[in-house]
């Protein structure tokens, strides 16, 4: 070969240039023999020795605005916290440990050369002990520097903090790679002093995460609903993780029917550790992504105004009711209050003693929404179906201006009554004549019931109920919704006059919420159009970043008609307003506003609760007379009449409407209501 003839020749430069690169190559290939060899199981226990653990991240809780879209009900705030990284604290676990081992003097006699140099003949030793004792020392040495670092905190946020070493030892052994909680929810004066403290303790850092905040505290509240805490996987995210960061789900009212939408979708990041369970270092493989917002058709003004207006005018701060505002031509709800409230930031990060208390009280209950998970009788608030049904029923042969003289009762002559059969209906209007006008604005049993059993009208009363779909649930999707009660047509020709002439004055076996009864006032304001309630109008994205296209919700979505004639519903409309326009006889006159006509019904009815028989209070309405454009429901349990406990709370809400059609409220034009 050529390179080794000229290695023959007499060149010493070249002879020692070939021995220098077969050197080289010698000590390469020695070493990879070393590396893949001779250190091949040392690299394979160090592999061992490390994992990977995969940690759940929660993505950021999506904002749910009022329809304005600037009114922020329910965010989240920042939410600081003192962590302890154990793995940086394990050189101080080391020397715990190794100054805990207790040693012992020993006496002996030293060789002659060290006598010589004078040692002593006294040393130390280390006493040994078994296995058990020397895991005893290792885990008090740990939980001794924790607890100094606790301490340390303590010092720096001049706040005293418990150290509990059963929790401790649980995270120690549980979620080792995980940081330790020391303390959570740092107000601005402890961040403040725990920044001024350089440099911070081993291992010691402060952290953040998002905490679902209510700014507006108890408004709309039981629409807006309650979280409760819950890391787990929701469907299409991965459910194998190793440990999970503080997440939270909601229970009822808006947090739960959008939970998925607000919730976003959860990132992961894995975090190697070693052995020892201690954390190496982590990598974000799949960031979080933020939920989407939710903007309501409520109107923070009105919620509000409603929600201040129940106690205020109504039964004081002890008032158990609830207040509806709906748009007649849309559907949208404006305001959905009930009485008493509560304040839903006291569910995070977690309920106190107090608080279930107050919250589990039996006679207040608090946390139910009246609005539309209670049921209750109708009242006298039906009778503006009946009239409808008398009016629109040609085999009655009905004249709204025809006298029906209502009998006097003999136990109470003051005071009218009416017998079906043996049994007799007891009347709040005193005996005398009464056409429609005066039977429902005086709002008279006897003439309901009377007119109620005409051949046909119990038909179409029935057949009015279910277009209004009564008994049915309104699809809110709010895990807090009662569907109410109403006979079938089948069930209702199967009763008796008795129960037949009950209905007609909204009672025996019928119920509805306050919120069905805002859809039938609608009905009967807009010209028969049975509106499904909006409580939504869109989801957004809260990312600029995202790309995400907005999810709008129709209004004015018909769900039935009424089929009624606009005579009817003109005469029937009249009637409503000298309701509360009649200064001599109207019993809702306390709802008057200047500047504008309401049409109105009061209402009382009775309902069973715990064996106690109650009556509940209504006032419904809508306005201007001329041209309807809202509807507001008031109910009051254990009222004093619907005129006397509903109707002023209704004045204060259609004060705040005005407010809001002339332009106070930011977003709003100036409208004429009434002329």
Known sequence: ?????????????????AVGVLSGLLVLLAGLWWVQVVSARDYQNTLESQSFRTVRIPAARGKIFDRSGTNVLADNRPRYSVNLYLEELRGQFQLNYSQSIPVR??????????????ASNVSTQRVRLSREQLGVLSWQSREQAARLAVRQISRSLQQPLDFDPLEFETHYRQRLAMPYPVITDLSTVQIARFEEQWPLPPGVDLEL???RFYPHQSAAAHLLGSLKYDDSSKEGEDAEFHY???????????????????RGHAGAKSVLVNNLGYRQSENIWSPAQPGRNVVLTVDLAIQRAAEEALPAMAMGPDTRGAAVVMEVDTGDVLALASAPSFNPNVFLPKLSLADNKR??????????NRAIQMQYQAGSTFKTIVALALLETPEARFNPNEKYIVAPNPAKPESGIIYIGNQPFHDTVAPGEYDLRRALVRSSNAYFIANGLRKGVFERVVQLGHRLHFGEPLGLHLNQEASGNFPSPERARTWTAGNRANLCIGQGEMDVTPLQLAVMTCALANGGRVLQPRLVQRLESQSPVLSEPSVFFPGGVVRD????SPTSLEILHKDMLAETEDAQEGTG????????RICGKTGTAARMEHGVKRNTTWFISFAPYEHPKYAVVVAVEDGVSGGHSCAPVARKIYE??????????AGTAPLALAH
Request: charged share 25%; aromatic share 8%.
């Open 1 to 17: 070969m050529l390179i080794f003839d000229q290695l023959k020749r007499n060149d010493p430069q070249l002879q020692l240039l």
């Open 105 to 118: 003097v020993v006496t002996n006699s030293p060789v002659f050369w060290k006598r010589w140099m004078g």
């Open 209 to 211: 995460q998002p905490l």
């Open 244 to 262: 999970r960061l503080p997440d939270y789900r909601g229970v009822i009212g808006i947090e739960a029917g959008f939970d998925s939408e607000l």
């Open 359 to 368: 919250l589990t009280d039996p006679h207040l209950r608090p946390q139910i």
């Open 561 to 564: 008609t009424l089929g009624v």
């Open 589 to 596: 006159r306390d709802a008057r506003v200047a500047g504008l």
């Open 656 to 665: 705040a409407l005005l407010l809001r059609e002339r332009g106070s409220f």
